[in-house]
Nanobody, 114 residues
Framework: QVQLVESGGGLVQPGGSLRLSCAAS????????MAWYRQAPGKQRDLVAA???????NYADSVKGRFTVSRDNAKNTVYLQMNSLKPEDTAVYYC????????WGQGTQVTVSS
């Protein structure tokens, strides 16, 4: 079955960095658009960044210039490098894989606080 397993979340101070990873199995990874979403308490789940099979990327305006999404098709893994983190980046971050159907990971908590 399809599994998306996120890792790399945690507690970081404002201005710090984290790198999230999402390892996929059960899918033909190279065909899927991979994306990161986030959901803060009481808010909707929003797109953070996505990387298409051809490597094209897009970002939410709030993270442009600070976050970088990348993929390694040989490792079936997508990454989200997060720099200059702000308290408003605090959320549960979810990995998704989309190609017709959409699959979701279980999420990883990112907390930005001093």
């Amino acid at each position: 079955q399809v599994q998306l397993v996120e890792s790399g979340g945690g507690l970081v101070q404002p201005g710090g960095s984290l790198r999230l990873s999402c390892a996929a199995s059960g899918i033909i990874f190279r065909f899927f658009t991979m994306a990161w979403y986030r959901q803060a308490p009481g808010k909707q789940r929003d797109l953070v960044a996505a990387v298409a099979p051809d490597g094209n990327t897009n970002y939410a305006d709030s993270v442009k210039g600070r976050f970088t999404v990348s993929r390694d098709n040989a490792k079936n893994t997508v990454y989200l490098q997060m720099n200059s983190l702000k308290p408003e980046d605090t959320a549960v971050y979810y990995c998704s894989a989309c190609w017709g159907s959409t699959y979701w990971g279980q999420g990883t908590q990112v907390t930005v606080s001093s």
